[in-house]
């Protein structure tokens, strides 16, 4: 039997949202991951089904022909369409700052891809960064979830 599924992002968090134009791949972890170990920082993107609150995944990302992997434990689950939104929070110190380099690689690749469709531009990955940067950096993709006051 399925866990129960959180709606919410836990409280303090900041999770880096996926582009879903950009592959992205999850394995159940071959050691479990420690939730109190959870750092600040996660990752969510969109899945074919929930996954149970707690359970230890790594997730790997192909950025610049190289699989960067981040582990961590399923924080949330909520449906968004056919789909789920799953949100993790990363349990490695050294994957928070990764994460965030890795997210804004993969958001530079998904916009150089939208330029070819829609405007019919061929755009080199640094001309891509050097745009994206201008026009979206200050709004990177994010949740983030205030603690609650005590």
């Not at 880096?16 to 109190?36: G, K, L, Q, T």
């Not at 949100?87 to 916009?111: K, P, S, Y």
């Not at 891809?113 to 979206?136: K, M």
């Amino acid at each position: 039997m399925m866990a129960a599924q959180s709606q919410q992002p836990p409280a303090g968090v900041t999770y880096y949202v996926h582009p879903a134009a950009i592959p992205i791949r999850y394995r159940f972890a071959r050691e479990a991951s420690d939730p109190e170990m959870s750092q600040p920082v996660g990752l969510c993107f969109h899945c074919g089904a929930a996954l149970p609150e707690g359970t230890s995944l790594e997730v790997m990302v192909e950025v610049c022909d190289e699989v960067q992997c981040f582990h961590g434990c399923v924080d949330w689950s909520r449906r968004d369409g056919d789909d789920w939104q799953v949100g993790i929070g990363l349990t490695n110190q050294d994957d928070v700052f990764r994460a965030r380099m890795v997210e804004q690689l993969c958001h530079i690749e998904a916009w150089r891809q939208q330029v070819s469709a829609e405007e019919h531009r061929e755009l080199t990955l640094e001309n891509a960064a050097l745009e994206w940067i201008e026009h979206f950096s200050s709004d990177f993709p994010c949740i983030q979830v205030e603690k609650a006051r005590e």
